[in-house]
């Protein structure tokens, strides 16, 4: 069986999408599987060399990156080259595609928060994403939350949608606190103590309202920095200037993006991390700072109460008061962190990317198999 793999996520610095993507390629490599061979398509320089080399794996580059021109011009393209059996396409399925199809849609929010993106954006994504559910052979997703947001706004059979939750990479473990304090202030300039955010800058990620209940916690007397890692996106200047107005510019530090061989330091480094987001189809992060036994401040509604479980503060992330609350919470008391942070680590070794790809695979046999 021949599957194409459209990745144009590696190298692209996009945060969840590049992560599955290049822990998704990697398993499924090292599967015990015969006869499955996969081609993956890339666009970025750098894509190929994030995942290591197998005999399973056919790179092939599709340039220019524009999805203008990878979407219907690159991939029909390619697919005259070569026939593949299943096309795993990263949201949207190109035309002219005749093989059986699997779509990766991790959640939908530019239905529920178009605000959070650009009106071309919204319109894109809104028109491409739910012709692709239809016209897909399987859905893949991410939680049982965004299995059922997906199927009852787009109008598709459940039936037709699989879960794979994701997991932390095998990088992500409990490391020496000072040490990855040492390391992190010596190559970022970023010293401890502080509070961690990871994730794109934005404000469907609710930082307005978290960094205006991080400055009622500074009056009140906290130290803790807070430190926001992470590429600028859709309205960060809005963010920026709120930093500003708030007279946080020297207590909220904005490190940038973070290479996943360094991002373990941070969480490490930490005494808590804090993603109070309004809405999203998994929250990575949460699972990653999980790993690293960090303790964790979490939002209820949408996915991330499902992935967190009873291992996270849980807080209504449309309340600056039960944010301030929760950070309160976890600031206060060193002895909660710890165990919180201990049913963390738990909680975060029932989720691997071993899984994600066995069930992965699973879809592409049921999808081959079908009629």
């Known amino acids: 069986m021949r599957i194409g793999i459209d990745a144009h996520a590696l190298g692209s610095r996009s945060s969840g999408n590049e992560t599955y993507f290049e822990q998704l390629i990697q398993h499924v490599a090292k599967a015990a599987t015969n006869g499955i061979r996969y081609v993956v398509y890339y666009t970025h320089s750098s894509g190929a060399k994030r995942v290591p080399s197998s005999e399973k794996l056919q790179w092939k580059r599709i340039r220019p ?10 991939f029909p393209l390619e697919f005259r080259k070569g026939k593949l ?6 949201h949207f399925i190109p035309p002219f595609c005749k093989c059986k199809t699997v779509t990766y849609i991790p959640d939908i929010a530019y239905e529920h928060f178009p605000e ?14 739910r012709r692709s559910a239809e016209r897909a052979d399987h859905i893949i997703t991410l939680s049982d939350y965004s299995r059922m947001d997906i199927a009852k706004t787009y109008d598709i059979d459940p039936r037709k949608i699989t879960v794979t939750y994701l997991g ?9 606190k000072e040490k990855c ?3 992190i202030a010596a190559k970022y300039g970023v010293t401890a103590p502080f509070l961690l955010y990871v994730g794109r800058l934005q404000e469907r990620k609710n930082l307005p309202r978290l960094l205006s209940a991080y400055a009622r916690l ?10 926001l890692v992470g590429k600028k996106d859709w309205m960060f200047r809005d963010i920026h200037a709120q930093v500003e107005s708030l007279g946080l510019a020297t207590s909220v530090i904005f490190a940038g993006y973070v290479s996943s061989s360094d991002l373990p330091a ?19 992060p949460v699972i990653e700072a999980m790993a690293c036994a960090l303790p ?8 991330l109460e499902e992935i967190a479980g009873d291992a996270a503060v849980l807080v209504d992330p449309l309340s600056e008061d039960s944010i301030a609350k929760g950070l309160g919470k976890l600031l206060g008391d060193s002895n909660f962190r710890v165990r919180l942070g201990q049913a963390g680590l738990v909680r975060s070794a029932s989720f691997s990317f071993k899984k994600t790809a066995e069930q992965t695979i699973e879809v592409y046999k049921r999808v081959a198999g079908s009629a």
Do not use: C, M
């Not at 500074?218 to 430190?227: A, C, H, I, P, Q």
């Open 65 to 74: 990156a524009t999805p203008f021109w990878r979407i219907p011009l690159g």
């Open 266 to 284: 941070f969480y490490n480094a930490a005494e808590a991390f804090v993603f109070p987001s309004i809405f999203e189809g998994f929250g990575l």
């Open 85 to 90: 059996d299943i096309f795993h396409a990263q």
């Open 181 to 183: 304090r040492e390391q």
């Open 296 to 303: 964790v401040l979490t939002s209820f509604g949408s996915s």
């Open 116 to 129: 959070s993106f650009s009106r071309f954006e919204t319109l894109w994504l809104k028109g491409l994403i």
């Open 168 to 176: 932390a990479g095998d990088q992500y473990f409990p490391s020496d």
């Open 218 to 227: 500074r009056k009140e007397g906290v130290d803790e920095k807070l430190v």
